[in-house]
């Protein structure tokens, strides 16, 4: 053990410093060749202007373009998908929350009732009982993200039955004939 502390704190001692902790600037003509590839189009963004890629040298306003699809400012609207309502957004997130939280939550207090249970040697709890309600409720409440999803009404005015079975399959339908579309094309 001792041998391994020598040699880690012989490699702390270095006679040059690493390049990376220098503070002076280099000249090298060699890395500001390499450098003048690279144009900075804004804070934190860096554009390539590759050599013998393009037909033509970029010019302003192409740079200018580029800067604008890089940062998110292009008009065209390249989805074809709909924004989500706020009403059936915040629709979705309840129903996920319930869907996810009962269970869980049912889980929990099953592992505290046994847990008490076995504390006060009224039954010996086996041990396969715990992990099967564990796994059961907890699988159930990862299930609850995609029913949750599933069982929201789309439609903004309507806001469907508490549990939302008929939305599910409605829904899941839907989900699946636009899978299929997409892959015939």
């Known amino acids: 053990m001792k ?4 040699s880690f704190c012989q490699a702390l001692l270095l006679s040059k410093p690493p390049p990376w902790n220098q503070r002076s600037r280099i000249n090298d003509s060699t890395i500001t060749k390499k450098l003048s590839n690279f144009t ?6 860096v554009q ?4 013998g890629f393009s037909g033509s040298p970029s010019t302003a306003k192409d740079r200018e373009i580029e800067a604008k699809k890089l940062s998110g400012q292009n008009n065209k609207k390249e989805d074809d998908d709909d924004e989500i309502p706020e009403a059936v957004y ?7 929350l319930a869907f ?6 049912f889980g929990v207090t099953l592992l505290k009732i046994f847990q008490a249970i076995k504390e006060q040697n009224v039954w010996d709890v086996p041990i396969w009982l715990p992990f099967l309600t564990t796994f059961l409720t907890f699988g159930a409440s990862t299930m609850g993200i995609a029913y949750g999803t599933l069982s929201t009404s789309l439609d903004p005015e309507k806001k469907g039955s508490v549990f939302g079975w008929e939305e599910a399959q409605k829904n899941w339908v839907e989900m ?6 997409e892959a015939r094309r």
């Open 3 to 6: 041998a391994l502390v020598c």
């Open 40 to 45: 900075r189009i804004s804070r934190g963004q």
């Open 48 to 51: 390539v202007n590759a050599k």
């Open 90 to 96: 915040s629709r979705i997130i309840t129903r996920i």
């Open 100 to 105: 996810v939280g009962v269970p869980m939550a």
């Open 176 to 181: 699946w004939k636009e899978e299929d579309e």
